[in-house]
């Protein structure tokens, strides 16, 4: 089925600390059709904001038909969102992108979620059917953790010290000597720049989830490209479509 | 009711079209709108070679607009005329294949490779602000734009329409040079050269630093310079900027506009151009207003 296009309601809506939001959205049929590491752009009612916000899929309840983002206040559009009470209506585009590869049983998988990139590691690790740790890094204060560990061993790295390993998301793996012949990664640059080097060094398949700033959002206007090695199919040149493409890549066909 | 409307000789079944570069080649809005339903396709730049574009970010949200700098990335002529122009081909709709260059040769080459393809009109870009070399440095001066124009259509086997820059100080200069090299049509606006500054960031915006704006913000005077260009040359004028409903639309048309492109628009709303097609006919329902002849440049 395709991607579309339409208002929905907002069911459930509550923050998860001071300054990240929950909210569960009745996205109707295309909820069936959703793979983990896949997106949707949520749209500002206010004109002045014309251009989508995307959000990644956390979570989705197939038999609801419901799906669940999980945001920071950055500006004025997610802080719009985080007025929306249960009841309200918001548009929404997708399911858009590509999403994480699925993974054979016998396998071993890491999941590396850093900070904002956490969210679309939970409906990863909840679809997953093979073996997986969950190593979720944060500045400070925790969120999510707690919903990973019906299905996952779960890790945390706080760049204060305040939780689990002091540090980043690599520091937990190798304080506690993690490893998995898989790795799948959301969250900023420099974290996905470092765990690209650490795959490749440890000869492990990896896969990132990338981000940039869009304004389509299905790979129309060339907005949020990211640098590839080989020339890509679609552009013939070495850039390929976030949106459209990825988000999620093999961490060795793209240059960070 | 009669919506159709002709732009030198070729015959749309409504004014409304896709602006360049906001719709790639029609492929991906082509899962949201029937492409059937649209007057013509006009597809993103394509140059003699494959174009990597600038830096990212390329795009930034402003009040009621965005700047982009996608720098014209574009895969180049064989790979779009291999796999562009059949995908359009399965629409009945006209395909306008806009064109960009650095040098006048560079447009030269593509115009003749698409000599004997099945392409109904050539939208060529002398106002793309986002690189260096051609692009908008054949779009401020008025002589540039005759020569280019002359050197094109002495090329053309398609008719001509050549788009203009807003980012000038007399938009009538501009397009009478383009009547003057022998244009079949002209285009406006192009987007207009902005900036903005991330203050968190302390930086530009977007990587190019300068950009095109877009979008409802630029509409009143992208309606100005249609109404302007339609009054100052004879030759049909599809107008652009900032269109987001028929509304918006049927102002261009009745500013003089045979033709309309909606651009920024689809990323607000993936169904806008045939929304805006069907809205027109509404319109003129409602109006009573049995030809869309009537209404172009109905405002004097
Ligand atoms: C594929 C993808 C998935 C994402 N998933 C999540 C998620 O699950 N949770 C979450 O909190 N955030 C996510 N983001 C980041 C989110 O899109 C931005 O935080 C959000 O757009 C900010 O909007 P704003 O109006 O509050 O901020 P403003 O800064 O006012 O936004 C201004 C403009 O910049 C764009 N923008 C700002 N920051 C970003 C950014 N980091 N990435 C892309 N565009 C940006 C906005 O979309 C808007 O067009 C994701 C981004 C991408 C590309
Ligand atoms: C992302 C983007 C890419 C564009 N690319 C091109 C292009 O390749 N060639 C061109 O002639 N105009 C290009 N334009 C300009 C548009 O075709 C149009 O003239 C302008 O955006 C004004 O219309 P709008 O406000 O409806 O978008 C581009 C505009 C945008 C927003
Ligand atoms: S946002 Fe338009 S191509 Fe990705």
Redesign the interface.
């Known amino acids: 089925m395709?991607?579309?296009?339409k208002t929905v309601l907002v069911t459930k809506q509550e923050w998860l600390s001071d300054d990240i939001c929950s909210m569960w959205l009745k996205a109707g049929s295309m909820v069936s059709q959703i793979r983990p590491g896949q997106f949707i752009s949520v749209?500002s009612c206010d004109?002045?904001?014309?251009?989508?916000r995307p959000i990644s899929i956390c979570q989705t309840d197939k038999e609801k038909e419901e799906l669940r983002i999980v945001y920071r206040l950055v500006g004025q559009g997610t802080r719009e969102f985080s007025a929306c009470k249960p009841g309200d209506s918001i548009e929404i585009?997708g399911p858009l992108g590509n999403g994480f590869p699925q993974i054979p049983p016998d396998r071993t998988v890491l999941l590396m979620g850093g900070g904002i990139g956490i969210p679309p590691m939970l409906e990863l690790a909840k679809s997953l059917g093979c073996g997986k740790t969950a190593v979720l890094g944060y500045r400070d204060k925790l969120f999510l953790n707690h919903e990973f560990e019906p299905c996952c061993r779960v890790f945390v790295a706080t760049e204060d010290g305040s939780a689990g390993t002091k540090g980043n998301v690599l520091d937990a793996v190798r304080e506690n000597g993690l490893q998995a012949d898989v790795i799948m990664a959301c969250g900023p640059a420099p974290m996905l720049r470092a765990i690209k080097l650490y795959a490749q060094e440890n000869h492990i398949e990896c896969y990132l989830s990338l981000e940039?700033?869009?304004?389509?959002?299905?790979?129309?206007?060339?907005?949020?490209?990211?640098q590839t090695k080989e020339v890509d199919h679609?552009?013939?040149?070495?850039?390929a479509r976030i949106c459209?493409d990825g988000p999620v890549f093999r961490a060795e066909e793209v240059e960070l | 009711m009669n919506t159709k409307v002709t732009i030198a000789g070729v015959e749309l079944k409504n004014p409304v079209m896709t602006a360049s570069g906001t719709f790639g080649s029609g492929q991906e809005y082509g899962e949201f709108v029937d492409l059937n339903l649209l007057g013509a396709v006009v597809t993103k730049g394509v140059s003699n070679i494959p174009w990597p574009g600038n830096p990212t970010p390329r795009i930034a949200e402003t009040y009621g607009g965005m700047i982009n700098a996608i720098g014209l990335q574009n895969p180049g002529i064989d790979v779009f005329i291999k796999r562009d122009i059949p995908y359009l081909k399965q629409y009945d709709t006209k395909i306008i294949v806009n064109v960009c260059g650095k040098t006048a040769q560079d447009y030269v080459d593509v115009v003749q490779r698409l000599g004997d393809q099945p392409v109904d009109l050539l939208e060529i870009n002398i106002s793309c602000p986002n690189v260096k070399e051609g692009g908008i440095a054949f779009g401020q001066d008025p002589k540039a734009v005759e020569a280019i124009t002359k050197e094109v259509k002495r090329h053309a086997r398609q008719p001509v329409i050549m788009k203009l820059s807003p980012n000038v100080t007399d938009i009538t200069a501009t397009a009478k040079a383009a009547e003057a090299g022998g244009a079949d049509a002209i285009s406006l606006i192009n987007t207009l050269t902005g900036m903005k500054i991330d203050i968190n960031r302390r930086t530009f915006a977007v990587a190019n630093k300068t950009g095109g704006l877009s979008g409802p913000a630029i509409k009143p005077v992208a309606v100005r310079m249609v109404y302007q260009t339609a009054q100052a040359v004879k030759l049909p004028v599809i107008g652009m900027g900032g269109i987001m409903t028929a509304e918006d639309a049927i102002e261009f048309i009745l500013a003089g506009a045979t033709a309309v492109s909606v651009g920024t628009a689809n990323f607000r709303n993936p169904y806008a151009t045939a929304e805006i097609a069907r809205g027109i006919q509404a319109y003129m329902e409602s109006q009573g207003v049995d030809d869309i002849c009537q209404l172009i440049g109905a405002v004097r």
């Open positions: 395709a991607k579309e296009k749209y004109g002045s904001r014309l251009l989508p585009l940039e700033k869009m304004a389509c959002g299905i790979g129309a206007c060339l907005a949020c490209v990211c679609h552009s013939n040149v070495h850039n459209k």
